[in-house]
């Protein structure tokens, strides 16, 4: 068994959890020079346009944060669950999109590849207006009966 307070998922996921914008410059102390990043929106690779898409998710959100809920750890791979809570800017309410990413660490012990698996349909356009109801219509159409 992994002891997780000496594997480096560790220590990201306390500094995911306590994200802000000045934060960022530190991601260097966690993720590889050429590290590559991939969600439903991006895909990017080295440490400035990994700060980027998280620079941006701050621009663009009102109050972004992550809430780590579970952890496995096999070896330089690790598989996070987690709840993404944030607002959309000038709108009330706070959304949450619940996701996994999948990790890997390089033999320095920085990720090498982050990866973030989440369903963007189900957990952010079927919430929105008027694509909501047209997701939402697709979906009832397509579920097996």
């Avoid at 960022?24 to 966690?30: D, K, N, S, V």
């Avoid at 998710?57 to 791979?77: E, K, N, S």
């Avoid at 990413?101 to 079927?126: I, K, M, P």
Wanted: net charge neutral.
């Amino acid at each position: 068994m992994t002891d997780l307070t000496t594997h480096p998922v560790h220590h990201l996921v306390r500094y995911f959890e306590r994200l802000s914008p000045a934060d960022l410059p530190r991601l260097a102390e966690f993720y590889a020079a050429d590290a590559r990043f991939k969600d439903p929106f991006n895909e990017v690779q080295g440490l400035p346009a990994i700060e980027a898409v998280f620079a941006h998710m701050f621009r663009a959100l009102d109050a972004p944060r992550f809430v780590i809920t579970g952890q496995i750890v096999q070896g330089p791979q690790a598989m996070l669950t987690w709840d993404f809570n944030f607002g959309f800017k000038g709108q009330m309410g706070t959304q949450t999109v619940r996701g996994a990413t999948h990790l890997q660490f390089n033999a320095a012990g920085l990720v090498s590849l982050h990866r973030d698996y989440w369903d963007a349909a189900e957990e952010l356009y079927e919430k929105l207006p008027l694509l909501g109801a047209l997701m939402r219509w697709l979906k009832r159409r397509m579920q097996a009966r």
